[in-house]
């Protein structure tokens, strides 16, 4: 009788296991599917080729990046897009919940918080107001992602 009782407890251990497994995986994928599904929202890519440029100015360096064909007409999606061609680190994590803007944490190294600076980005001189992947870019426009003292 005890070896019947100990069976009984063990498969239904078992069974518990198996379905807070099972329960535990359904969970973790709704929160991979709901953070894909608003990953980097923001700007959709451009229609059509659009000419912008790139300056990104560290702590003690300095890069510039120019596209003539770009279809990445957010400062995020911009800023991305120079990493690649110039072969730089950018470090960043989905702001807010849902996940609906970034925020840039370091770029070629330079973190923020080192010395007093942020990283921050200008669009044709003007101070961005949005998180950068909300940030349109057009035809012709300068972004320029600074190392600098906040505010600036």
């Known amino acids: 009788m005890k070896r019947k009782a100990a069976r ?3 498969r239904r251990s078992l069974l ?3 379905a807070f497994a099972a329960s535990l995986t359904v969970s973790v994928a709704g929160v991979w599917a709901l ?3 608003s990953f980097l929202q923001g700007v959709p890519p451009s229609s059509e080729d659009i000419h912008l440029r790139l300056k990104v100015t560290g702590g003690s ?3 510039s990046f120019e596209s003539n064909a770009s279809r990445n007409n957010s400062a995020f999606s911009f800023l991305l897009e120079g990493a690649r061609a110039l072969h730089f680190s950018v470090v960043w994590q989905n702001w807010t919940m ?3 803007s970034v ?4 770029i070629g190294g330079d973190v923020n918080g080192d010395n007093g600076r942020w990283w921050q980005y200008w669009i044709d001189g003007a101070y961005g107001s949005v998180g950068a992947n909300h940030a349109v870019l057009n035809d012709g426009d300068v972004l320029e992602w600074r190392f600098a003292h906040y505010p600036p």
């Open 103 to 106: 925020f840039v944490h370091s």
């Open 61 to 63: 360096w300095s890069i």
């Open 16 to 18: 518990a296991s198996i």
């Open 35 to 37: 953070a894909n599904a």
């Open 98 to 100: 849902p996940p609906d």
């Open 8 to 10: 009984n407890i063990n």
